[in-house]
């Protein structure tokens, strides 16, 4: 059982470029998240599914896409990617709204 | 803009001695209440949850809920050097919603040998 799946585990880019965080989890779980965290901060929200073919907004969603095709992938989108996006990218997912099961994140560096 | 503020440390406590770790959340119609602890460089693990006033416990762990003061807390008893950790407070937003929850900075806490 591998729960959240994330590739990669590590990436650096330089400015401008673009990428795709992959997500995938095998536990059937309508709902699925984006959150990145920032050196002594929480998580913050970068959007949201609440199921296939569903997607929304959440507190920082500028500079990313995302996409639900299927139930079990939730890719993460950077368009041009900046500095400020320097960061690690947690997916996480539920079936009940609450308890979050999260993948091992990737850590990204924009330089 | 909804807040949850937890101190951020880092909080020291002895081998063997209680932890009580603190949090405060602005949303007053939240309704699920979560304690993730997260070891450095890995990603979060749900602990505790806990959704009526009250205490829940469950082993070491004790999860304390006041609605009417928007307060929250986590007791860790009997503190173990594993225990040492970031414990992230996360709240679900007003009406049980689907956006997922918002999470506190995170407290530091370092169990002493």
């Known amino acids: 059982n591998a729960g959240v799946t994330q590739t990669p585990k590590f990436r650096i880019l330089k400015i401008g470029q673009s990428m795709t965080l992959q997500c995938a989890q095998d536990?059937?779980?309508?709902?699925m998240y984006w959150y990145r965290q920032d050196p002594g901060m929480g998580l913050k929200l970068i959007y949201y599914?609440?199921?296939?073919?569903?997607?929304d907004k959440g507190e920082v969603p500028n500079g990313y896409n995302v996409s639900r095709s299927t139930t079990e992938d939730f890719p993460l989108r950077l368009e041009l990617a900046a500095p400020s996006q320097t960061s690690v990218y947690f997916c996480?997912?539920?079936?009940?709204?609450?308890?979050?099961?999260f993948g091992s994140g990737t850590q990204l560096s924009v330089l | 803009q909804k807040e949850v503020e937890q101190n951020s440390g880092p909080l020291s406590v002895p081998e063997g001695a209680i932890a009580s770790l603190n949090c405060t959340y602005s949303?007053?119609?939240?309704?699920?209440f979560f304690w993730y602890r997260q070891y450095s460089g890995k990603s979060p693990e749900l602990i505790m949850s806990i959704y009526s006033n009250g205490d829940k416990e469950d082993g070491r762990f004790t999860a304390q809920l006041n609605k009417a003061s928007q307060y929250v807390s986590l007791l860790i008893r009997d503190s173990q050097p594993s225990d040492s950790a970031t414990y992230l407070c996360a709240v679900s937003p007003s009406g049980g919603g689907a956006d997922g929850l918002t999470f506190g900075k995170g407290t530091h806490l370092i169990i002493q040998p």
């Open positions: 536990m059937n779980h309508n709902y």
């Open positions: 599914s609440v199921g296939a073919g569903i997607t």
């Open positions: 996480a997912s539920t079936r009940d709204r609450g308890q979050l099961f």
């Open positions: 949303d007053r119609v939240s309704q699920s």
